[in-house]
């Protein structure tokens, strides 16, 4: 069974920095794009970051470009996010998730193969 796990999350002041983690457990981890979502109390899932199987190519949420920076470690089964910058808008449940490439070019969330617990940040301001 293909376990997503996320950690780094956390509290943080508004203008801080947090570095999100998450660690795949498929055998075929290099196959898949990798991305983030998050989700506000009350709020529609948003799209974050996502990047390509290579890394060569990469993808952000409208809110969070030249704050966040996605990379992933196909060696280690791992994407991170650094999140710098951070806002109190920032603040939600962040999910790792694992799909096509497509799926993440559409930033449908529910076109994803896989997809982790969440881990929450929250910005305070």
């Known amino acids: 069974q293909v376990q997503l796990v996320e950690s780094g999350g956390g509290l943080v002041q508004a203008g801080g920095s947090l570095r999100l983690s998450c660690v795949a457990s498929m055998r075929t981890f290099s196959n898949y794009a990798m991305g983030w979502f998050r989700q506000a109390p009350g709020k529609e899932r948003e799209f974050v970051a996502a990047i390509s199987w290579s890394g060569g190519m990469i993808r952000y949420g409208d809110s969070v470009k030249g704050r966040f920076t996605i990379s992933r470690d196909n060696a280690k089964n791992t994407v991170s996010l650094q999140m710098d910058s951070l806002k109190p808008e920032d603040t939600a449940t962040y999910y790792c998730?694992?799909?096509?490439?497509?799926?993440?070019?559409?930033?449908?969330?529910?076109?994803?193969?896989?997809w982790g617990q969440g881990t929450q940040v929250t910005v305070s301001s």
């Open positions: 998730a694992a799909g096509d490439w497509v799926a993440f070019l559409d930033s449908d969330y529910d076109r994803c193969d896989y």
